[in-house]
Each structure stands twice: as C-alpha cells, then as structure tokens.
C-alpha cells in the first residue's frame, strides 16, 4: 500500500459524510444557505486548530498557495450550490409572480420570503406540507 | 447557457486551481499550517457570500444548521487529511483517488436513508450504480497498486 493512501482514504471518508451531511441540511437550506453554514463550521474548526497549534510559522509562500486553495476551494463549492435567485435583491419569479417549483404568488408568501428563497428544494418543501398553506403543490 | 450550467462550469475551474494551490502549499508548510491558512481563504469567502447573497435564517431549524456546520468540519477535516496525502504522493494520483468520494456516497446513500429516514432522500441505487461503484473501486485499486 502507498504511503500516502490512508490519508487519501481519510478523506474520501470524510467528504463522504460531508456530502450525506450536507443532502441531509439541504432539506431545511437552499444550497448556498448550506454552504454558508459549513462555513461557519469551517471557522469553528479554525478557532479550535489555532488555539492547539498557536501562530503558524512565517512562510509567506506556503500561506499564499494555501490561502489560495481555501479561497478556490469554497468558491467552487459556493458556486456549484448556486442558483440565480440566491443574489441579493434577485428575487426570481415565473413569469405569472410564482416561485419556481411553487404555484402560489409571490404576495402571499411575502412573510415567507426568506424560506422561499432560501430554499432551492423548494418544490420539495411545499410537497413536505410545511408550507402546505401557502402553496398550492 | 443556463446560470446555473454556467456556475457549475465555474466550480469546475476553481477546483482544477484549488488541487494546484493545494500542492504547492502542502509542499510549503506542514498539513496543520496549510490547514489554517486554507480556513482564513475559506472566511475571506464566506464573508464576501454574507454580503452578497441571502443568508439563512436557522430560527427553528437548529438541528439542520448544526448537521450543515458539523458537514462543514468534515469538509475541513478531509481537506487536513488530503494535505498530508499531497505531501507524500503525487498530486494528480492523490487528487484522482480523493475525487472518487461521490462513489462513496452513492454506496453509502442505502445506510443514510436508513439514519435519517428515507423522506430525505428521492434516490434509489440500482443495478448499474452498483456496477459503476465497483468499477470507481477497482480503480482505486488498480491506481495504488500499480503507481511507481
């Protein structure tokens, strides 16, 4: 066995639970919504590593690749997790005032706004019946 | 071309450069330093997301937020682990083995419909899932094994 495949297999593990983890949050939060999130777990776990391994050492390089890599690596996720009516103010509608995937208007789930957008299972949601009084799935 | 065609295509690309800066970096420092700096990019991005696109309210939805922050420390988690791999292996065979983890969760969905209940998931593994999982493993296999 090569030297560096327990390590590989580490991590195959763990973004396996990190993809079950996140379909299961997915069912509350739209994509993005959940990718936020992971990022602040993301952050929880830096606060914790910095507190066990101190200041990293001064290498300026090594902390530009891997800075580099986080930003690359979380955009893409971000990216793959978005929709157009994730942007702010962008509220996307059918052409008849619907949210997609949700036959009732846009006025009456004003109060609602927040979930809707928020959700990018939103079809999904409505037929849960948790919005079953505002939409009409 | 559809947005969302289009963001998709984008993640790609990102994460064709995130394995290259991966390298270099795990080639730079030790896993937990290149781990810290990979979790400061990771802020710099959730910061700029929180200002431009909607933010979630988790009021009550405490348990999937939690499930979602806890999937972001296994994402974090495996990130450690693959910086540690990248040092001691080529990057394209680690990276090969490490992007398989989709194949994983195609096996592994049976067990999580089984934890959370299958209301939560609309997919079913059939026949030619199973067939292609056991090719992805052979894969892994074959590219451990026959790596000089």
Redesign the interface.
Known sequence: ?????P???????????????????A????G???????????????LV??AV?GR??Y?P???L????????????????S???????GDHRRSGDGSLPGCNTSARRIRSRR??C??SANWG?LCN?GRYSDQCLT | MPPVILYALIALLLWGFWGFCSKLAADELKPRYALFYEIAGEMVVGAIAVAVLTVPDVTGRPIPALLAAVAGAALIGGIYLQFYALRLGKSGTVIAVTSLYPVLVTAFYPVAVLIFGAAFFEYTVTILDGIGITLALLSIYLIVGVER
């Open positions: 066995m090569k030297g560096w495949f390590a590989a297999a580490g991590t195959v593990l763990l973004w396996t639970a990190w993809a079950l983890l996140s379909d299961v949050a069912q509350s939060f739209a993005h919504q959940g990718v936020l999130l992971e990022i602040a777990g993301a952050g929880v776990v830096g590593l910095y391994i990293p050492p290498k390089m090594g902390a690749w891997a800075v580099a890599s986080g930003l690359f690596s979380i955009s893409g996720i971000l990216f793959f978005l929709r157009p009516e994730s942007w702010r927040r979930d957008d928020a999904r849960s």
